[in-house]
């Protein structure tokens, strides 16, 4: 009998369970043939485990209820199978039912919600054992800080009596830097000293990055010495620390003590020159990456997206668009929302929409993406329909939603969803509230905005730079630039978003001279100067008739600052020339630029034409704006009184006969009327 059984282990050893199904079929058919299968329970167990292993639980259940001997081994096959399949219930009836539990009964359930992230059953569970392992505490713990809840995974590890395994102390270790919590951290360094733990490359890793972030970047460093050898993980936390203090040159000072980096350090350096706004330098450090014959992953494919996205560099967009193709990292989710943002910031969003419909799998990260992309091009149609049907909706789904309707003259749509998230209690953060007070601003709402301040107040985030910013373009917005100039002044300014809100208050409130001294102490005091703050300039320039600083500054954007004109550059600069009479400078600037003049732009030069008496130049312009958009009725009445004024009243009679016949209606002017409990629109 030993012999036989020693010969059916042999048989059951050799099914491989990726594709022996039909043989364990065949197997549990000669087994129960032989009356082995009921006389001996190991054989039992070593049939259930290969039918678990194939997936087939139906099988395996079917084979368990026939087994008149079943011992802790079966019932842990069983319940360990069912939890692999997806199906929890089952496992835990049977975990219920079983007679007798052992710990790795009860691990493998707890290891099995864990990983479900159903944490609060994890838990009950973890808390009804009779006596508690180190494997489980591990598991609890692990799961809490892989499930984003580190205060949790910091709680459990500080009721363990001993200190745990090397990757248990790195996971809390891990939780501790995503709560800040470093003095804890630092505790736990100190009982890794005094027990003489080596620090290998996971737990090493995880001290740097967490004083890397914590600041400490001295005691990162001594850590780092301290290994006995050095892996690239390690140098990698080493120099996102530096990267995060802005000490690149320390960064790159670790980055070069690797001979042969790995893709992992690599992507730190050109990550780091990304987060300091060295756009150039990141590039340059893919370049050499290339050179020496690593191959970039997803990360530095969707890094580098970020860099050409910054700098505003189509043509870069678009050599790195071919080489993501080429290496096959374009279907990536990561990658394909890097890119979608690129295209979208760098003038191409006819690109990224095209990329998007050729796309098979989306997440949620990267319809975001698509709102922005949709809400930059106008098809804010289509960027509502995008968050409507999206299966889960983030805080930045909504904030990206909001801020496209602002963007598109959407304001009361823009407020309706944020009465929405209100009402469903969403929580909130200072991307929310900027988007409504910009919704506030485009209806002139100052109680309203007021009113929303007072909720960053409640918040607590009333000091927050974007709150501040937002603050700056709300007042100057509702015309009150001495309030927003107040704020300015107090508020703390690490980077050009501040300066941009005050900059273009100054611009669109005609303080031409102020807006062109702020320009001037940005430039002196090394602030980043971005397209937004060119476009601010330059609408400076145009509202107050400032032709020559106007041209001068559009060359320098691009020859000084490499940043290549938008058409909200372009327009500003056509408006300007219309403006002062510089009339065929305005019509060259449109026949030469990289973009089509839409209706807006062709009405800049007709209201210049009508200015400046050049009536044959109005004609053309007026009929191509008909032509561009035929419902405009500001390019009917323009066009009927350039006839009239040259005579030409058979022509002028019949513009004003093709708008009635077409009911074609003059717009009315209107303005915004703030009730005390509704914002309402009135014609004049």
């Known amino acids: 009998m030993d012999i036989d059984l020693e010969y059916y282990f042999g048989l059951l050893r050799s099914c491989k369970s990726y594709n022996s199904i039909l043989q364990a079929k065949q197997m549990h ?38 087994m008149p001997h079943r011992n802790c081994f079966s019932w842990n096959t069983m319940i360990d199978g069912y939890m692999k399949s997806g ?91 995503d709560l800040g919590a470093i003095e804890y951290g630092k ?16 737990l090493g890793t995880s001290l740097i990055n967490m004083y890397g972030k914590g600041g400490d970047l ?53 990550s780091g020159h990304v987060l300091n706004n060295e756009e150039v330098e990141a590039i340059a450090f893919f370049n050499k990456m290339r050179e020496k014959g690593v191959q970039g992953d997803y990360s530095t494919i969707a890094t580098v997206f970020s860099a050409c996205r910054s700098l505003g560099r189509s043509e870069l967009v678009k050599q790195m668009h071919c080489h993501a193709g080429k290496v096959g990292v374009i279907h990536d989710l990561v990658v394909a929302s890097a890119l979608l943002d ?117 918040i607590g985030i009333e000091s927050d730079q974007i709150i501040s910013s937002s603050l700056v373009d709300f007042y100057c917005k509702c015309g009150l630039v001495e309030y927003g100039q107040k704020i300015f002044n107090e508020m703390a300014k690490s980077d050009e978003i501040s300066w941009n809100s005050m900059l273009m208050g100054y611009a669109t409130n005609g303080h031409g001279p102020k807006a062109l001294a702020l320009f001037d102490e940005m430039r002196n005091i090394g602030v980043r100067l971005t397209d937004i703050t060119f476009t601010a300039i330059l609408s400076a320039c145009d509202h107050c008739g400032l032709v020559e600083e106007g041209r001068k500054w559009f060359k320098s954007m691009e020859w000084d600052y490499h940043i290549n004109p938008g058409i909200e550059h372009y327009s500003c600069m056509v408006d300007l020339f219309s403006r002062a009479g510089c009339l065929g400078e305005a019509m060259n600037l449109i026949d030469n630029m990289p973009y089509k003049a839409d209706a807006n732009m062709w009405s800049s030069v007709l209201r210049g034409c009508v200015q400046h008496g050049d009536k044959t130049l109005g004609k053309n312009v007026a009929e191509k704006i008909i032509e561009l958009d035929p419902g405009n009725s500001s390019a009917y009445v323009q ?46």
């Open 342 to 458: 690129a295209c979208s910031k760098c003038g191409r969003p006819e690109d990224a929409c095209k990329l998007f419909a050729e796309l098979q799998a989306y997440d949620t990260i990267l319809l975001n993406s698509m709102i922005t992309v949709y809400s930059s091009c106008g098809r804010i149609e289509d960027a509502k329909q995008i968050f409507k049907t999206m299966p889960r909706k983030s805080l930045i789904s909504w904030n990206s939603i909001m801020v496209g309707l602002c963007q598109n003259g959407c304001p009361i749509e823009a407020l309706d969803l944020f009465h929405k998230m209100n009402k469903l209690d969403l929580r909130m953060d200072r991307f929310s509230l900027a988007s409504v007070f910009s919704a506030c601003a485009s209806i002139s709402s100052l109680e309203l905005g007021e009113q929303i301040f007072t909720r960053a107040i409640v």
């Open 218 to 270: 001295e005691t990162a460093n001594r850590v780092l010495n301290s290994m006995k050898k050095l892996d690239d993980f390690s140098l990698s936390a080493l120099i996102s620390g530096y990267a995060n203090c802005a000490r690149m040159s320390d960064a790159r000072r670790i980055f070069y003590r690797e001979i042969n980096p790995c893709v992992v350090v690599w992507n730190s350096i050109i």
């Open 187 to 202: 505790q736990i360094h100190a009982r890794i000293l005094i027990d003489g733990m080596e620090l290998d490359s996971v």
């Open 29 to 66: 058919l000669l087994l129960l043939k032989r009356g082995i299968l009921t006389s001996t329970v190991t054989v039992g167990n070593r049939l259930l485990r290969l039918y678990s292993s194939c997936g087939s639980m139906a099988d395996a259940r079917r084979l368990f209820e026939e």
């Open 87 to 177: 199906s929890e219930e089952n496992s835990l009836e049977l975990f219920h039912l079983m007679p007798r539990r052992n710990d790795f009964s009860w691990n493998v359930v707890i290891s099995g919600l864990v990983k479900k992230g159903d944490l609060k059953v994890a838990l009950n569970l973890f808390n009804s054992m009779p006596s508690k392992n180190r494997v489980s505490w591990n598991l609890m713990i692990h799961g809490y800080a892989r499930n984003g809840f580190p205060a949790e995974a910091v709680r459990l590890f500080k009721e363990i009596k001993s200190l745990g395994d090397k990757f248990v102390l790195a996971t809390v270790i891990g939780a501790c830097t």
């Open 639 to 684: 066009l009927s009184s350039i006839f009239a004024t040259t005579g030409e009243w058979e022509r002028s009679a019949l513009v004003r006969m093709i708008m009635e016949e077409e009911e074609i209606q003059k717009n009315p002017g209107c303005s915004w009327a703030d009730g005390s409990t509704t914002t309402s629109v009135v014609a004049n």
